[in-house]
């Protein structure tokens, strides 16, 4: 198993960035798919970025694209999401998530473990 925490939300304005970090912990931490969601109020939870075990295979959502940039380091068991050029519809809480048993996608589904969240607030 795993454990994820989440970490560098904060408030900010439109245009300003932010770097999100997931430090995952267990034995076979290294070895999973990685995955970001995020999550506004009334709203359900949404695919963001995800990221194979390797590294070499990344996915990211539409609206993101050009904007947000994911990375692992294996050797901090860690994932980071750079965040780029905030809009205030980002706001929202976002997760960290890992899968044992899939490689990298978008269905919340799928992951296994889940971090606490982390919430991001991008004022106007």
């Known amino acids: 198993q795993v454990q994820l925490v989440e970490s560098g939300g904060g408030l900010v304005q439109a245009g300003d960035s932010l770097r999100l970090s997931c430090a995952a912990s267990g034995r076979t931490a290294r070895s999973y798919a990685m995955g970001w969601f995020r999550q506004a109020p009334g709203k359900e939870r949404e695919f963001v970025a995800a990221i194979d075990w390797s590294g070499r295979t990344i996915y990211y959502a539409d609206f993101v694209k050009g904007r947000f940039r994911l990375s692992r380091e294996n050797t901090k068991n860690a994932v980071y999401l750079q965040m780029d050029s905030l809009k205030p519809e980002d706001t929202a809480v976002y997760y960290c998530?890992?899968?044992?048993?899939?490689?990298?996608?978008?269905?919340?589904?799928?992951?296994?473990?889940w971090g606490q969240g982390t919430q991001v607030t991008v004022s106007s």
């Open positions: 998530a890992a899968s044992s048993t899939f490689n990298a996608n978008q269905r919340a589904a799928n992951y296994n473990y």
